[in-house]
């Protein structure tokens, strides 16, 4: 609140104060959200990042913000309990949270083709109906009246009068109590399944979200300008996502690529039984109810990454792309990982107590020794009464597991597309290894390469999941093909590895012609052969050869022959899309099973 408050401000902040805990009790009394945060200045605004309307949600956060100066300036001051309880409406009801709110964005998109940066502006007019709808029919709110109150920045356009129709509809009210102006037949129509959506969809309201859109999808392409400036009168929800971001995304749910039609091809809202409907959308005879696929096998579908930050974005996500690009193979790769392979040493060591020190806040939390921390004092003051204990090591009778070390070297070459755009399953295969690596204990140091041209790389090798997913989804777009001789700078003659490293190297049949080239004076050849010796953890080359389970293998059978004597496996696939399935498989049956050198 701003220092600088008027005594009106103060009253009107008291009466609102109080319409709060009674707003509350219009969904439950048992709901548990913090007052909203009120303004007053445009300052006050600007600090909330609220703009465009008169109030907004957070969902990041659970919080409300109010206008109370805008809320003035409109003249509804006086609908306290109606404003405040449709806030907390989308925070327990519609959207309720950040992923069913991405999930809605998602439906609406399908059903505004060519339009799909209005599903913000179209997801906020159907959550506001539903919870509106609750409100005035169940709660005796006087939603009609705030909308009485609101005064349209220019003409209404045919979709604000349609959306206000249904309202009508809903509500029961005379004709142009709300719109205010006559509306032609197709504007009624459209109402009307609109509030037979709004009512049957009302406790499935994602199931309705496509529909939702498909119905409103004409108004909008008619006039999209002024339908946003109308609708944006009561824009609560447009950034409710900011600073957030939702999992689960990267999937498409069935009902989301069903569930994209009009109304009128909805039985339960057309009024038609489903036998009738198929006569009208089918001429009769073909068998078909909308909207379903009887008999089908459901199979999954995903999104490509660039639907996948679209609907990140839409829903008010502050990601670049590549931050997006990360979480969107992370999540795609969580269902894949293995476990990574391991080397048992003889000995291993057992932990021995050696005394307490004092525990600071630089150290992990669940070090801290509670029963010596209260001994010291019953008064728990952190980095100087908390106590951490000590430890050291002695040989135990169980062998030690040492995990490898992952050098993972990706084709980024300008036959590869940009994973940011479209799925790029060596980036995801190296996603699955990589991460299975991490949760093994062992570090991975990723280096992209296409060459000649341009290469990047982790510094080093690392446990960082975020930062090795970060090099991994870059995009270089140079030369064609991985450059082999980048493997020196790793395991040059006189390096000593910390850990045994496994290198592997994803890349297609160019590597064959990179082999033979010569850099820095040295065949590709040998820089491969010594640093398979020098990694102590086995090589593995994955090659896309398209048909090498006939004559192309035949062509390159001497060159794989002497990629083996050197001292590297090498796996075959036929398409990128085989790599998944390899990368799964990878640790398991190559040297997993047996713990055994490769």
């Not at 009801?93 to 709110?101: A, E, I, K």
């Not at 096998?297 to 974005?313: G, V």
């Not at 080397?343 to 600071?360: C, F, M, Q, T, Y």
């Not at 930062?467 to 270089?476: C, E, G, I, P, T």
Request: glycine share 8%; aromatic share 8%; net charge negative.
């Amino acid at each position: 609140m701003s220092s600088t408050t008027t005594e009106q401000d103060q009253q009107l902040l008291q009466q609102w104060h109080e319409a709060w805990p009674v707003a509350l009790n219009d969904w439950s009394r048992y709901i548990q959200l913090h007052e909203p945060a009120y303004c007053f200045t445009v300052k006050d605004e600007k600090r909330e990042s609220l703009s465009g309307s008169f109030a907004m949600i957070r969902l990041v956060d659970h919080s409300v913000v109010i206008s109370l100066r805008q809320i003035r300036e409109l003249g509804l001051q006086d609908f306290g309990p109606e404003i405040l309880a449709h806030e907390i409406g989308h925070h327990v009801y519609c959207p309720s949270d950040l992923t069913d709110n991405a999930r809605m964005l998602a439906r609406m998109r399908r059903g505004l083709p060519g339009c799909e940066a209005m599903a913000p502006m179209i997801a906020n007019l159907y959550a506001d109906l539903l919870i509106n709808d609750r409100l005035q029919r169940s709660c005796g709110r006087n939603m009609a009246g705030v909308y009485q109150a609101l005064k349209s920045p220019g003409p209404p356009t045919r979709l604000w009068l349609f959306y206000l129709r249904t309202y009508e509809l809903l509500w029961s009210l005379p004709s142009r109590s709300l719109t205010r102006e006559p509306i032609d037949e197709r504007i009624n129509q459209d109402a009307l399944l609109g509030s037979r959506l709004i009512r049957n969809y009302s406790k499935d309201w994602l199931s309705g979200a496509g529909r939702f859109a498909c119905l409103y999808f004409p108004y909008v392409v008619d006039d999209a300008e002024n339908a946003r400036n109308n609708a944006l009168l009561w824009g609560d929800t447009l950034q409710a996502g900011a600073n957030g971001c939702p999992d689960g995304l990267s999937e498409s749910e069935d009902d989301e690529i069903n569930g994209a039609i009009h109304p009128a091809e909805d039985p339960i809202l057309s009024g038609l039984d489903p036998i009738d409907l198929r006569d009208v959308l089918d001429g009769g005879g073909t068998g078909r109810v909308a909207g379903k696929d009887s008999g089908r096998k459901t199979l999954k579908s995903f999104r490509d990454p660039f639907q996948y930050a679209e609907i990140l974005k839409a829903s008010g996500v502050n990601l670049n792309e590549r931050e997006i690009a990360v979480r969107y193979y992370r999540e795609r790769a969580i269902p894949y990982l293995v476990p990574f392979p391991a080397r048992k040493s003889p000995i291993a060591s057992d932990p021995h107590p050696e005394g307490l020190d004092v525990w600071d806040l630089s150290s992990d939390f669940d070090r801290i020794d509670w029963v010596s921390t209260f001994t010291a004092s019953p008064t728990v003051i952190p980095g100087i009464t908390t106590r951490e204990r000590l430890t050291g090591t002695s040989p135990g009778s169980e062998p030690e597991t040492v995990p490898f070390d992952l050098y993972l070297g990706v084709d980024c070459s300008g036959s590869m597309g940009d994973p940011a755009y479209s799925l790029s399953y060596p980036v995801l295969s190296g996603a699955v290894i990589a991460m299975s690596a991490l949760r093994a204990g062992a570090k991975v140091k990723v280096v992209l390469s296409g060459e000649p041209g341009r290469s990047v790389s982790t510094d080093g090798f690392i446990k960082n999941q975020t930062d090795v997913l970060k090099s991994l989804v870059n995009y270089l777009g140079t030369g064609y093909s991985f450059g082999i001789h980048r493997l020196a700078e790793t395991f040059p003659a006189d390096s000593k590895l910390e850990r045994p490293v496994h290198i592997l190297i994803v890349s297609d049949f160019d590597m064959f012609q990179m082999l033979d080239e010569t850099g820095s004076g040295r065949a590709g050849w040998d820089v491969a052969k010594e640093a398979a010796v020098r990694s102590g953890g086995g090589a593995t080359y994955v090659l896309q050869l398209p048909g090498y389970k006939g004559d192309v293998k035949n062509a390159y059978s001497p060159k794989i022959d002497r990629m083996q004597s050197d001292g590297w496996h090498v796996h075959l696939v036929n398409s990128m899309e085989e790599m998944l399935a390899f990368a799964r498989q990878f640790s398991r049956e190559q040297y997993h099973a047996t713990g055994k050198k490769v």
